[in-house]
């Protein structure tokens, strides 16, 4: 695990580099002086813009190998909680009304969306800890929450305002600067610290719910940790880039062969493969040859769904 991890870290940093240089229009190595007025690219559009790929791919690759270690099934994914649905109805009602006219309001709005959807979830889930009902419980809440973002979209009092939320539940880091930065990344490593503390329980939990009780996991408060730490993850990566699928489901398959199947062993692996995946994909939408840049949402997708649909077609073969 430590030597994938130093892997991941190191591929990282190299695309961190190549993130700040890539774009429509390259940034040469010899202009990356304070003294180069194209300096400026690179401090305030490409550096928030890279700063915040590796963040948001952080929180959402380890989020998701806590979900699939959480609800032991590999086809867990962030979205599956409903934080992400909670988060992203957040961000379409201030867009609804007019209230993202100043910059902070729509991040304000959906992570008060992911931090309802937490509410309700421990709420509907109760203190029993079961797995089903907390899985039925998130499964509901992403139900209600595209049901009333579909309606946002329709009743929009102007085509302008549906664009508008369209175009932001697709997903991206265009434009973003380090105020986004500022409010994302306090809550992401938050989130990430609370997930970090459930590694020990996720290995109990592989055991089995009474096993696991029987050496001292406390269901109730693991079910919290997750809740929350996802909450803070999930809520502060859609709050900042909108919604960008997929990650947490194809990040913890790709690490799991080379970190093992200990649940514990892939949240590293996870959460550094996750910052470099969106790394890479952000960087690849701002080079391709294409008239306006492709929407990261959209990139994601374009992999995710083949990627789904193999792990249904392994699975199939595995219980034939």
Do not use: C
């Not at 509907?124 to 079961?130: E, F, K, L, Q, T």
């Not at 979209?153 to 930065?181: C, H, K, M, Q, Y």
């Not at 909450?231 to 990566?237: D, F, Q």
């Not at 699928?245 to 514990?264: E, I, K, Q």
Request: proline share 5%; net charge positive.
């Amino acid at each position: 695990m430590k030597r994938l991890s130093l892997f991941l870290l190191l591929a990282l940093i190299a695309a961190a580099l190549l993130s700040v240089a890539a774009g429509k229009v390259w940034v040469p190595w010899g202009a990356w002086t304070a003294d180069d007025p194209r300096g400026i690219i690179i401090a305030e559009l490409r550096l928030p813009r890279t700063v915040l790929a590796m963040a948001v791919g952080a929180a959402l690759g380890l989020s998701g190998a806590v979900m699939q270690g959480y609800l032991r099934n590999p086809l867990a994914d962030p979205g599956l909680f409903g934080v992400s649905s909670g988060a992203a109805l957040g961000a379409v009602l201030s867009l609804f009304f007019g209230y993202a006219a100043q910059a902070w309001l729509l991040p304000g709005f959906a992570l008060a969306g992911a931090g309802v959807t937490m509410a309700l979830l421990a709420l509907i889930a109760g203190r029993s800890g079961s797995l089903i009902l907390f899985t039925l419980a998130g499964m509901i809440l992403t139900s209600i929450a595209g049901s009333l973002t579909t309606l946002a979209i329709s009743l929009a009092p102007t085509p302008f305002v549906a664009s508008e939320i369209v175009t932001w539940l697709i997903g991206a880091l265009t434009d973003r600067s380090w105020d986004d930065v500022k409010v994302a990344l306090p809550l992401i490593a938050g989130g990430i610290a609370v997930l970090a503390t459930t590694a020990r329980s996720l290995d109990a939990l592989t055991l089995g719910e009474a096993a696991a009780r029987s050496i001292g996991v406390d269901p109730r408060r693991l079910q919290l940790a997750v809740i929350a730490g996802t909450a803070l993850t999930v809520g502060a990566s859609v709050a900042t880039a909108g919604v960008i699928g997929f990650v947490g489901l194809m990040v913890p398959h790709l690490v799991r062969p080379l970190a093992g199947n200990r649940p514990s062993a892939i949240l590293l692996p996870s959460a550094l493969g996750g910052a470099l995946l969106v790394t890479v994909a952000d960087s690849l939408v701002r080079i391709a040859p294409t008239v306006s840049e492709l929407r990261l949402g959209v990139a994601m997708s374009m992999l995710g769904g083949p990627f789904f649909l193999y792990l249904l077609i392994r699975m199939r073969r595995g219980l034939a």
